[in-house]
Each structure stands twice: as structure tokens, then as C-alpha cells.
């Protein structure tokens, strides 16, 4: 078993910045991909970005490429999601997922793991 817990979100101006954090705990191993997702009131789980925990390789969602960045600390057990130029559109809750293996998937229903999530509330 895997523990995720999110931390990082609130309230932010259009066009500013926000960091969110996921710690990992309980079993972790090299060969996990961890992602972010995202999911509006009334609409469905949105991938925003993952990272390959062993090689660090890196794969975003179309609509936060170019402002959003996905990293991970393994001494923290830790990944990080900086989301700079924040759009209205970004306000969701943003929950951290995780995976094993090593394919970048965007889907979902492919994540073993899910923290509780965090509010990202972006005004504009």
C-alpha cells in the first residue's frame, strides 16, 4: 500500500503561481510513476502531468503544457507540481496519483493510488 497525501492549494489572482506537493509513503518503490489530476465541479478527472519516479522522464495534459512543471524529490519521497500563469480554468481539486510501472499513462482508471485532494481556486 501506498499513502499519497496533497498539500499546497488555494487561492490565487489570474496569472500568478501555486505549488503543490505530494508526500508518498508506506511501500514505495523505484518503478512508480506518480501523476496530477485535476476535476472541476460537474466535469471528469482531468490528466494534468505525471513523472516516471527512476528516470524522471515527464509527460503533461495539453491544456497546463508550457506552465505547469512536474518534479519529484526521492530523499523526500516527494512530487511536486509547480503551476505558474494560473487561468481561471485551472480551479479544480488536484489530487496526486500513483501508479507501477513505467508507462506515462493519462488515463485514470490506470492509478492504483489517490491522495484526497486539494482545492486550487483561481480568480480572475
Known amino acids: 500500500q501506498v499513502q499519497l497525501v496533497e498539500s499546497g492549494g488555494g487561492l490565487v489572482q489570474a496569472g500568478e503561481s501555486l505549488r503543490l506537493s505530494c508526500a508518498a509513503s508506506?511501500?514505495?518503490?523505484?518503478?512508480?510513476?506518480m501523476g496530477w489530476f485535476r476535476q472541476a465541479p460537474g466535469k471528469e478527472r482531468e490528466f494534468a502531468a505525471a513523472?516516471?519516479?527512476?528516470?524522471?522522464?515527464?509527460r503533461y495534459g495539453d491544456s497546463v503544457k508550457g506552465r505547469f512543471t512536474i518534479s519529484r524529490d526521492k530523499a523526500k519521497n516527494t512530487v511536486t507540481l509547480q503551476m505558474n500563469s494560473l487561468k481561471p480554468e485551472d480551479t479544480a481539486v488536484y489530487y496526486c496519483?500513483?501508479?507501477?510501472?513505467?508507462?506515462?499513462?493519462?488515463?485514470?482508471?490506470?492509478?492504483?493510488?489517490w491522495g484526497q485532494g486539494t482545492q486550487v481556486t483561481v480568480s480572475s
Open positions: 513523472i516516471s519516479w527512476s528516470a524522471g522522464s515527464t
Open positions: 496519483a500513483a501508479r507501477h510501472g513505467a508507462i506515462l499513462t493519462q488515463l485514470p482508471d490506470r492509478y492504483t493510488y
Open positions: 508506506g511501500r514505495t518503490e523505484s518503478s512508480y510513476v
